[in-house]
């Protein structure tokens, strides 16, 4: 019975804040909700990866070892992707985004933050520091079919990852004004994220349901297995593994839509759209059993 009152107590925050989002966005179609993208790319994200990397206990070594697992699962779900697209006839390029980049931010850090404390937050921020840079950098690139350096020299969160990792390499002390300021930061973040996630729902629509379903097999069903292999592969276990099992079965991010928006053609982005929905609605059912694995056998 303990380990479903945890499950409880990990799952209800986030989908009960996803939840608060669905219910504004369904009040409020026009809510605009800029802000929470601005702010989360040029202040959230930043104060979220400073704080999460060196304020929880994580020492350099930890970082860069889920930092390599992070491009691992990345490189390993690109693999996945590009067979599904290819099967599919779609672009390999701009629609492999939803399938290479899961939702490690909006809900895989607070998860594995309820699941594993600040410690096992600060491992997951890890991998997810990973994948923000593949948003703010490898996302743009398959937008828009191009390679631009100066998206990687205009991208706030790769400043605010190489800082961290910097800060804690040295393992400089954090003045408590700073630990209380990007500790705030990264608690509103994680709310906003979570709360847009669920107005995003409200307002992405599904265009071709048996392609996002399909899709979803290699986000919500691969993704896990994946996970699992690099867990053997690298020896894992106890919440480490818990960790990587987690942010390797979150359902494709909003981010990737918010980008191919920018950059890629309607139809691209309207198949975006629809994958992001179906796993996210599918995420709902297979999230719990795969937290419930980890909660029950990594620990």
Not at 34 to 50: E, R
Not at 85 to 114: A, E, Q, S, V
Not at 232 to 244: E, H, K, P, R, T
Request: aromatic share 18%.
């Amino acid at each position: 019975m303990d380990i479903y009152i945890k499950l409880f107590e990990v799952l209800f925050p986030v989908f009960f804040i996803i939840g608060i989002g669905y219910f504004l966005g369904k009040k409020d179609p026009k809510i605009n909700t800029n802000f929470i993208t601005k702010f989360t790319a040029n202040i959230g994200f930043p104060g979220l990866v400073f704080y999460s990397l060196t304020g929880t206990g994580l020492t350099f070594n930890e970082f860069q070892n889920f930092f390599v697992y992070g491009i691992i699962l990345i490189s390993s779900f690109s693999l996945i992707g590009i067979a599904f697209l290819f099967f599919l006839k779609k672009d390999l390029i701009r629609n492999l985004p939803p399938y290479i980049l899961p939702n490690t931010g909006n809900m895989g850090l607070p998860i594995c933050l309820f699941a594993y404390g600040n410690h096992g937050f600060g491992l997951a921020s890890s991998i997810g520091a990973c994948v923000i840079l593949g948003h703010f950098t490898l996302n743009i690139f398959l937008a828009q079919k191009k390679f631009d350096f100066s998206v990687i020299l205009k991208s706030i969160p790769f400043y605010a990852v190489l800082f961290s990792a910097f800060w804690i390499y040295f393992e400089f002390e954090t003045p408590n004004f700073i630990l209380n300021t990007t500790m705030l930061l990264t608690y509103t973040t994680i709310f906003l994220v979570l709360m847009s996630l669920g107005i995003a729902l409200t307002r992405l629509k599904i265009f071709s349901l048996k392609e996002s379903i399909i899709g979803s097999i290699a986000r919500l069903i691969l993704g896990p297995i994946i996970g699992f292999i690099v867990i053997d592969i690298f020896n894992l276990s106890g919440y480490s593994a818990g960790i990587i099992l987690i942010q390797s079965s979150m359902p494709s991010a909003v981010l990737t839509y918010l980008v191919g928006s920018m950059y890629s053609p309607k139809k691209v982005v309207d198949e975006i759209a629809s994958m992001i929905v179906v796993t996210t609605i599918l995420s709902f059912i297979t999230v719990p059993l795969v937290v419930f694995f980890a909660l029950k056998y990594f620990i």
